[in-house]
């Protein structure tokens, strides 16, 4: 239809997706419904779609959580997207509806999923999910991923399209990686370690902070202290990380990882094994947290259980400060000793922090996976929008949550996901999930489907 016509008979409500270009004008009417022009996936008749799904908006507003709310818009998007079934993913035509809501106390608009919100998507959002559960969750290239998807599903997918979805995707979970930052700064325990990475042959470092619950990887140009004095300013707890020299100028306590220490001690006695000086530190100090490793083991982290052990350290230091050592190797390791007293056995003094730093080591073990996929084949830009979908993904395992899940629901927050999802099992069959169903898609989007037959 012309244009002038449409907007004429329809008027500009045409154009709720979006101004859609060119002077005609696809027209997609449910008659008494809604109406519309759009430059995406339409059918002549609804009765196409292969699947009509219907989606609920919350109850409360996203912006300011009040519930006073009056129906808006009713809109439509048909799309190329993956239906998953308990055994089974198989290609379909989908027209999702979406009712939204205008916030009487903001004025916020809100119901319609934010990938939705271009009227001319001709992929659906489970696509989307399913090539970013692969790329990041299982770390497949994104190459080997176009080759499945189009030998598969006969999408016909380019790489620009499969690159477009990571950038999209980034964007859409930009938020959460910065909420799970801020979490991390406000906790009382971070985990902290850096690595290199590859940016196209160019060196570059990514830091990760973490503490028992969620993940954040920093991609910097340098290895620099002042990075990580930026992102910890004002955390007051307690840090864990290895003894690089750029951490010991934050202010807060920290605690340096034993195992790195118990490493180096290693390492010296096999570099010198006739040093008999350089044993006796050795054996003093497995002598040393033998006992606290058992107290662990029986107790757990609890410095009630744990500061007995302070006057071990105390025997230990001052068998150091009496000794007279000759050789180089236990020279140094004495005034290493001396001059980390006060960041070794931090843990002996706090509940719930560490002797050592494995949970950031595991963190940098999922981005190793990821580096060797890469190949330092991506930008900056891409590199740090793979960190960003990472950071999520690291912190649905540290959680038990399913990364998949997450993506298919739609959600952001992670921590309002997992209560979703406990609320949800709590209240299905005794904590059964049903089989199809996201947990995800049963308590932020509350899908209302059914199917139609194929022409």
Known sequence: MKRNEAEEKYGFRLYQGGAVPGTELRIVEIPGIDVQACGGTHLNNTNEAEKIVVLKAPLSCPECGKRSRKRNRLLTRTVQDLVFGRDSVKRRVVQYVFQTYLCRSCGHEYGLHEWYQHGGRKWGW????????????????????????????????????????????ADHYSATKKGILERIVRGDLIHADETRANIKGHLAYVWVLTNLKEVVYILAESRE????????KGFRGVLVSDFYAAYDAIDCPQQKCLIHLMRDLNDEILHNPFDQEMKSIAIGFADLIRPMVDTIDRHGLKKRFLRKHLVEVDRFYKFLGCADFKSDAASKCKQRFEK???????????????????NAEHAIK???????????SSSKKGVDEYLTLLSVAETCEYQGLDFFDFLRSGEKD????????????????????????????????????????TG
């Open 126 to 169: 489970n696509v989307v999910a399913y090539f970013l559960y692969h790329i990041v969750g299982l770390r497949i290239p994104q190459r080997t991923m176009q080759n499945s998807l189009n030998r598969m599903f006969g999408f016909g997918l380019m790489h620009s399209t499969l690159n477009n979805f990571k950038t999209k995707a």
């Open 225 to 232: 202290g002042e990075i990580v004095h930026t992102l910890l």
């Open 340 to 358: 980390n007293r006060d960041t070794l056995f931090t843990f002996l003094r706090f509940d719930g922090v560490p002797w050592n730093n494995n």
């Open 366 to 376: 999922a981005f190793a996976r990821l580096r060797d996929v890469i190949s330092g």
């Open 414 to 453: 992670v921590e309002a996901f997992a209560y979703g999802r406990h609320r949800y099992t709590s209240r299905d069959n005794g904590g059964q999930t049903s089989g199809h169903t996201t947990k995800g898609e049963a308590v932020f989007t509350e899908k209302i489907e059914s199917e139609r037959p």
